[in-house]
């Protein structure tokens, strides 16, 4: 099984409304990551945890929080967007953050901001 | 700054034919190399890697081509099938935090 199923498929939300992404595997992976892919454009790396710790921030505004409640769950708290916050926000998951191991991605939400 | 770069934004083939996908890396602290493939709307999807102390892996249509000296890594699909289009990203790893870095793709198309 190496899959990481992401819910919402789709969300639209006002300015103004909280919403979470919620992101599961269970592979037994200890790393896992949000990535927020614009159109024709790579995925840009937002947050990651190892062994349920925030490993790495990438500069994110404080509008995204993220969690890791377990090892198999990871969510994303969305507060107060802007419109250029719609995007494709991926989940992925490794086996560890320091292995050299691939990274297995989700399907994505497509996050529509109005 | 990029430091993974795919120079070829789209590249057409025949069905049957190899199709031969490009990447050039600057951050030579990188030692490990992925390909993924992407159709739109979905997550990426993993195809294969190769670590630094190799220079070439090969799964089944699919053979990554490291040449660490000129720090390019290729992506040879033969035969190509029209379900191999899509958007190909080259990624790399390695470095202090093992951040994994994407270049900006490029869009294959495999023409029946």
């Known amino acids: 099984d190496t899959e990481v199923t992401q819910t919402p498929k789709h969300l639209v939300m006002g300015m103004t409304n909280k919403k979470s992404l919620k992101c599961e595997q269970h592979m037994g992976h200890r790393a896992m990551y949000w990535y927020k892919q614009k159109a024709k454009k790579p995925p840009e790396l937002m947050f990651v945890?190892?062994?349920?710790?925030?490993?790495i921030n990438e500069s994110v505004p404080s509008r995204f929080s993220p969690e890791c409640p377990n090892s198999s769950l990871l969510n994303l708290h969305l507060h107060a967007l802007q419109p250029e916050d719609s995007a494709l926000y991926l989940c992925a998951s490794s086996q560890e953050q320091t292995l050299n191991t691939e990274a297995f991605f989700g399907q994505g939400t497509r996050l529509t901001v109005v | 700054d990029q430091q993974v770069k795919q120079n070829s934004p789209s590249l057409s083939v025949q069905e049957g034919r190899i199709s031969i996908l490009n990447c050039d890396y600057t951050?030579?602290?990188?030692?490990?190399f992925l390909w993924y493939k992407k159709y739109p709307a979905e997550g990426p999807t993993f195809l294969i890697s190769?670590?630094?102390?190799?220079d070439k892996n090969e799964d089944g249509r699919f053979t990554v081509f490291l040449n660490k000296s000129a720090k390019h890594l290729s992506l040879h699909i033969v035969p190509s099938q029209p379900g191999d289009s899509a958007v190909y990203f080259c990624a790399s790893r390695g470095g202090s935090n093992y951040k994994l870095t994407f270049g900006k793709g490029t869009l294959l198309t495999v023409n029946p």
């Open positions: 190769i670590s630094s102390i190799k």
């Open positions: 945890y190892s062994y349920e710790k925030l490993s």
């Open positions: 951050n030579s602290m990188f030692d490990y």
